[in-house]
């Protein structure tokens, strides 16, 4: 048997995008066939098991996307400010490809004589006892065609069987066996795929033809960091970012900043448990304690215009772009921020500067009760404050509509993803609460179009407020 690769995912692959392992088999036209795949995580525990009929190229096609998101989701630590090894994050399996098929064993030798039974001269598995079905190439021998039984084994070349030698007419016929229940020849473990990584990531199809794992192990500085945050975008004073750093190159580097008065600032990211992915604060309220590198001050001062960050080995290169983020100090009317999972698994935020609005709606249920009521002077009466119908199960959704200050056209397209993102927080008073975007809409509006762009966005918290009584 030979297995062979025809096609199979990069290494470290977006678990939502398609995650095709494709193999041939010189045994795919054997009858009953089927390519086995076992999938296991990094300790060795299977957490799958598929059997795959050939494809119309006798190809094994699988598709393990659906399976592995199951392993993947988000990291959210809205205290930290320095890094952490995201483990939710990305997922670590392997592969194992197999194949069975119901194994027929063909016989050229003449048939022999055992007793009154006739041994067939052929390589076999089968064991006394096993029934066993015969079909010979030609009718010549009627009676060694059909169903029999294995009484005698010498060797594994040969078998006898409970067919009678005096009914044999040309002993020199050909003929194939197999086993009478048509069980398989199972064959695991042919071909091992093994330091294959998934993350929480869904790169759009444009870009997902396009994508190559080398850009993202930060090893030359035109690598990307784990995000689709533009390279260059605005944050408030008060915004937090988080984003993931593929540390898959260099294990033990630093995040530098520089601001735009040439101050440089580093922060080390260390060796984290895992090895693939570590998630560092970045934003201009959350970028945490820095070591100053030249220059002096601080990292944000009054004059401070943007900063940029980037990924170093131990002494400084550069192994990743530089990310810009713009300083907005414009008048702010209302302190709430979104904080919001990105396409590749990062924690990206938005201001909403604005006037703001609160509106509320309560939710209850009503059913009619029986009313005790009492007996006075043999009469039947009851109290004028008697519940007739009630009301239970009282709850109150708040929506906050919230308003963006004018943006440029690349935090425009990255507020898109905001509105999509699954996995959303809004910060009320420096605290952050799960929230849903009730939006299901956006227009990516074009400054060549509309000079100003601004969004607005409507959000409910996630938990709802129960009323008492």
Known sequence: MATSLIAKPQSITPAYNPIKY???????????????????????????????????????????????????????????????????????????????????????????????????????????????????????????????TVTAITTTTDFT???????????????????ADNRKTVTRDIVTVSSVYVFNGALPFADWINYNEASYILDNNKDSLFTSVPLEVSQTLSQDMWINFG???????????ENSTGDIFKKGIGTVSGDLISMASVGVNNYGSLT?????????????????????????????????????RRCVINYHEIAFLDRMGSIGSFAFQLRDKLTGKVSKDTYNQHLEGSVTSQEW?????????????????????????????????????????????????????????????????????????RKSIKVILSVQDRVNG
């Open 381 to 453: 009466g009851y109290d004028t404050t008697a519940q007739g119908k009630r009301n239970i199960n009282n709850r109150i959704e708040e929506t906050y509509e919230l308003q963006t200050n004018w943006m440029s056209e690349d935090d425009n397209d990255y507020f898109s993803e905001l509105v999509s993102s699954p996995q959303t927080w809004v910060k009320i008073n420096s605290v952050y609460y799960s929230c849903i975007v009730q939006d299901t809409g956006y227009e990516k509006t074009r400054q060549r179009n509309k000079k100003l762009i």
């Open 292 to 328: 100053l590198v030249s220059g002096s001050g601080s990292l944000v001062e009054d004059d401070v215009t943007y900063y940029d960050y980037w990924y170093t080995d131990s002494v400084g290169t550069q192994h990743s772009q530089k990310y810009r983020i713009n300083i907005d």
């Open 22 to 148: 494709i193999y041939d088999s010189t045994n795919n036209a054997l009858d009953g066939f089927r390519y086995i795949y076992d999938i296991y995580d990094n300790a060795s525990n299977k957490i799958a098991e598929y059997r795959v009929l050939p494809n119309l190229d006798g190809y094994g096609e699988i598709d393990l996307s659906r399976l592995l998101q199951n392993y993947v989701s988000f990291d959210f630590d809205e205290t930290n400010t320095t890094y952490f090894d995201p483990t939710n994050s990305y997922y670590e399996y392997e592969v194992k490809v197999g194949e069975e098929y119901i194994e027929d064993v063909s016989y050229t030798a003449s048939l022999t004589q055992n007793g009154s039974y006739v041994t067939i001269t052929a390589t076999h598995s089968f064991q006394v006892g096993d029934q066993v079905t015969i079909v010979e190439d030609t009718v010549t021998n009627p009676s060694i065609n059909g169903l029999f």
């Open 247 to 257: 540390i898959n190159s260099i294990k033990t580097g630093f995040v530098y900043f």
């Open 161 to 179: 069987v409970n067919s009678l030698w005096s009914e044999i007419t040309d002993p020199t016929e050909d003929g194939t066996v197999s086993y």
